[in-house]
């Protein structure tokens, strides 16, 4: 009798350990990357890239809690951002006298890309 209330105890405390430190939280980060593109298609190296919610935007209610970075474009044309928040962004991507503008649409947990063209 003694050995089973034993046994039971010790599974008990063996799955509660098992929840507790086990973990399988998920990656909900929203994830953005810009690319920077001239007219031909061709990557642009060292793009100012800024993104930021439209002043009319309010179909996501948790977009004021996101701070509006800006990041320079890769040898690949390439900006990368992550965010808490899914947001409808805008892009503004400069250098020199070259200029392009876009919209992004940021969701929860997934990767999306923008191509935004430059002249």
Do not use: H
Not at 30 to 42: E, Q
Not at 55 to 67: A, F, H, K, R
């Amino acid at each position: 009798m003694m050995r089973n209330k034993l046994k039971i105890l010790l599974m008990v405390l063996v799955v509660f350990i098992m929840t507790t430190t086990i973990s399988c939280d998920k990656d909900n980060s929203c994830r953005a990357i810009v690319i920077a593109v001239d007219v031909n298609g061709t990557p642009i190296y060292d793009v100012n890239i800024k993104l930021w919610v439209p002043d009319n935007s309010l179909e996501y209610p948790n977009q004021q809690t996101i701070s509006w970075p800006q990041q320079t474009t890769d040898i690949s044309g390439q900006a990368n951002f992550i965010f808490k928040n899914e947001a409808v962004l805008e892009i503004e991507a400069t250098k020199g006298i070259l200029y392009g503008t876009g919209f992004i649409v940021l969701k929860q947990g997934l990767l999306v890309s923008q191509e935004v063209i430059l002249n």
